[in-house]
């Protein structure tokens, strides 16, 4: 039987950890083709020593998602390698430091501006032109987090930027439905990433904290989302568009 995603080119930003290297694996066994993009290339290349050694076919680049030229030239060696580019999954972000408003600097505000907002702009805007340029369809999803749904306590600047990528998969959704490119995205509750661990920082009362937002009782693991991921992607979401979608275990619910 036919994966969800076969034979379709699929750039996933972020792709050397986490949520980004789980969609990945995902999208692979669905019979996606990927373009993995990151700053990190060891950790990058071993995404794509994990996919191939699943049976998958992927490819590597290098990229900076807060750089214009960077985004531009990952999408044309995504098309330069399979000719098209179907899918995208604009996951790369930082978390910024942990402080409140009082205390935050703005070297890290302009940081976590850079990576989680500007860069999924960025990526958003390649991505959208080439698919134009190929006549449509395409399906993109970006990661927000609950914290672009509400507020998350000593988190500003990674606040403030995961509602800028709520609004704009809004706008996104209304400007471009009409013409087959479905944009959407996900917004993630506590998962078990290298995010997470860094943010925990080794102190169990951190963890503890973080735990007890989930209602579920437990941390979301990466692959949890990947599966939200490969859905919005599919044609299976074909009549899902703008919509930040929560994958958090209920804490939206409260
Ligand atoms: P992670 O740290 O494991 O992965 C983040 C990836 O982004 C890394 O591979 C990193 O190298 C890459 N990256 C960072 N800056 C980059 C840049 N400038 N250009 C290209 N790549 C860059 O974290 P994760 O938890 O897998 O996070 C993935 C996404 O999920 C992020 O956008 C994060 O904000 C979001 N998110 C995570 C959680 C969570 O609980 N883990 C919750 C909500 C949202």
């Not at 792709?15 to 990058?44: F, H, L, N």
């Amino acid at each position: 039987m036919a994966g969800l995603l076969e034979g379709k080119s699929t750039l996933i930003t972020g792709a050397a950890s986490g949520i980004g290297r789980a969609a990945a694996m995902a999208c692979a066994r669905e019979g996606a083709k990927i373009t993995i993009g990151d700053v990190q290339v060891e950790a990058g290349q071993a995404t794509v020593e994990m996919v191939k050694e699943s049976g998958g076919e992927a490819h590597f680049v290098k990229c900076d998602v807060s750089k214009a030229a960077e985004v531009e030239a990952m999408v044309e060696a995504a098309v330069k390698k399979y000719g098209r580019l179907d899918c995208a999954f604009n996951n790369a972000g930082y978390e910024g430091l942990t402080m409140h408003i009082a205390d935050s600097t703005e070297e890290d505000w302009d940081k976590v501006m850079a990576i989680d907002l500007k860069g999924v702009f960025l990526c958003l805007r390649a991505e959208i032109r080439q698919m134009i340029k190929q006549g449509g369809p395409g399906a993109i999803v970006n990661t927000a987090s609950i914290a672009g749904l509400v507020g998350s306590h000593g988190m500003p600047a990674y606040t403030a930027a995961k509602h800028g990528v709520v609004g704009l998969t809004r706008v996104a959704g209304l400007e471009y439905s009409k013409r087959g490119i479905r944009v959407n995205a996900v917004c993630p509750g506590v998962i078990d990433t290298p995010m997470v661990e860094r943010l925990v920082g080794g102190r169990p009362k951190v963890d503890a904290r973080l735990l007890a937002i989930e209602p579920i009782g437990r941390k979301g693991k990466p692959q949890e989302i990947a599966e939200a991921v490969v859905w919005l992607l599919s044609d299976h979401a074909s009549f899902v568009a703008g919509f930040p979608m929560a994958v958090d275990g209920g804490i939206i619910a409260q």
